[in-house]
């Protein structure tokens, strides 16, 4: 069970109709403590199989967030906030971690193969099948990180509106993984946008 040392939490509701994309923060440090908190909390996301693509890249130096915002249209609030997470998602690391993720509890057969028939199916994919199953299994953990950092009392920002190959190479990143977001994340400055959203009778049809 994680438990968290942070600010009060909000509930998930206050979480959800809180959160707004919050462009400029306060000039507060984030420290690495709570960083490794958040992070703490965003990794019991689910994922299918249980595989958890997922890695995480947080960006608190400001002469590399500068050269992040260069390369993300100028976008001011990638230098406002004290920090910026690259939520990174790697087929790769995922496949090694095939024997790390498969049940603990199985009897030593079974798990193997679990192993075998997992790093089968997977094998049996193209680099692009496996790179698009896993930036979908990673969405999911970005979604948990804006409602996480709400919660928690920090203000972000998911982002796409960057460069993915020139963001790589500055944090030296592998070709092979994809970027799911970056979210620049802080104390709030500013309220941000109220929400616009579908009605739900739009959105919904309850079968039954
Ligand atoms: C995946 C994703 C990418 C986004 N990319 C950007 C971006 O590059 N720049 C930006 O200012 N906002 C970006 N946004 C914020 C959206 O514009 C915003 O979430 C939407 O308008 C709803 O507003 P709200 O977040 O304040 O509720 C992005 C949001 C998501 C979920």
Request: hydrophobic share 50%; no cysteine; glycine share 16%.
């Given at each position: 069970m994680t438990t968290s040392t942070l600010k009060p939490t909000l509930s998930v509701r206050e979480a959800i109709e809180t959160r707004r994309s919050i462009r400029t923060y306060q000039d507060r440090a984030i420290s690495r403590e709570d960083i490794h908190q958040i992070i703490d909390l965003v990794r019991l996301t689910p994922s299918a199989y249980n595989l958890q693509p997922w890695r995480f890249h947080v960006v608190t130096d400001a002469a590399l967030k500068e050269k992040l915002q260069s390369v993300s249209y100028g976008q001011k609030q990638v230098t406002s906030a004290p920090a910026v997470m690259l939520m990174v998602s790697d087929s790769e690391e995922m496949m090694r971690s095939i024997p790390e993720i498969?049940?603990?509890?199985?009897?030593a057969e079974r798990k193997e193969q679990e192993i075998k028939s997992l790093t089968e199916m997977f094998s049996q994919m193209t680099d692009e099948e496996r790179s698009a199953w896993a930036l979908n299994q990673t969405n999911i953990a970005l979604g948990f990180l804006l409602v996480a950092l709400q919660g928690l009392g920090y203000a972000s920002n998911p982002m796409l509106g960057f460069e993915p190959e020139k963001v790589k190479e500055l944090l030296g990143l592998p070709e092979h993984v994809t970027l799911a977001a970056m979210v620049p994340f802080g104390y709030a400055a500013s309220e941000g946008y109220p929400h616009h959203r579908l009605e739900t009778e739009k959105l919904v049809k309850i079968h039954g």
């Open positions: 498969v049940h603990f509890g199985l009897p």
